[in-house]
Antibody
Framework: QAHLVESGGGLVKPGGSLRLSCTAS????????MGWLRQAPGKGLEWISY????????FYADSVKGRFTISRDNAKNSLYLQMNNLGAEDTAFYHC???????????????WGQGTMVTVSS | EKVMTQSPATLSVSPGETATLSCRAS??????LAWYQQKPGQAPRLLIY???TRATGIPARFSGSGSGTEFTLTISSLQSEDFAVYYC????????????FGQGTEVEI
């Protein structure tokens, strides 16, 4: 059964950096596109980044473009999110999620990891 | 940007009843719509994709319908474990920056 576990969250000062990790198990990681999504406390869901199965194609939401970098290591079944120049607006639970595809087309994120909390505060 | 509007914000129902949740898109998204369930302290879970296809392991009491700009998630014979927040997610268009979520509907007792 597919399972994702995030780590690396914590408290960071404005302007600081963090690197999140997501470890996958129970499926062939290298077969799947992966995404990062976040949820501010008490708020809804926001997609922030997406990476192809081989890592060559990456995409970002405008809100994080130029500050966040997504990457993956298929040999380690791991997904990463390097976050730089963090601001209060980045305070949220960060979830990694596997993209599912039907007939080669994106059809949703399943499963999601439990998330890791990032708090940006002085 | 395609704005997704969910209604109502909160839906009060009793166990055994049927809940009907709405999701409206500001522009057509075809059938590129998913529904997720999120319980407190848990990760979201995919329920429906393609507007109407149940994800693996999702009970038949969950059904999705609609296309274009109007979508509905129906939960029949509500069970206690169904009380949660439900989000719609449109994934029409490429690149993924075009994807957006609704603000959620809380189904409460």
């Amino acid at each position: 059964q597919a399972h994702l576990v995030e780590s690396g969250g914590g408290l960071v000062k404005p302007g600081g950096s963090l690197r999140l990790s997501c470890t996958a198990s129970g499926f062939t990681f290298s077969d799947h596109y992966m995404g990062w999504l976040r949820q501010a406390p008490g708020k809804g869901l926001e997609w922030i980044s997406y990476i192809s199965n081989n890592g060559r194609d990456v995409f970002y939401a405008d809100s994080v473009k130029g500050r966040f970098t997504i990457s993956r290591d298929n040999a380690k079944n791991s997904l990463y999110l390097q976050m730089n120049n963090l601001g209060a607006e980045d305070t949220a639970f960060y979830h990694c999620a596997r993209a599912i595809a039907v007939a080669g087309l994106f059809s949703g994120f399943d499963p999601w990891g439990q998330g890791t909390m990032v708090t940006v505060s002085s | 940007e395609k704005v997704m509007t969910q209604s109502p914000a909160t839906l009060s129902v009793s166990p055994g009843e049927t809940a009907t949740l709405s999701c409206r898109a500001s522009q057509s998204v075809g059938s590129d719509l998913a529904w997720y369930q999120q319980k407190p302290g848990q990760a979201p879970r995919l329920l429906i994709y393609g507007g109407s296809t149940r994800a693996t392991g999702i009970p038949a009491r969950f059904s999705g319908s609609g296309s274009g700009t109007e979508f509905t998630l129906t939960i029949s014979s509500l069970q206690s474990e169904d009380f949660a927040v439900y989000y719609c997610h449109q994934y029409n268009g490429w690149p993924p920056g075009a994807w957006t979520f609704g603000q959620g509907t809380e189904v409460e007792i």
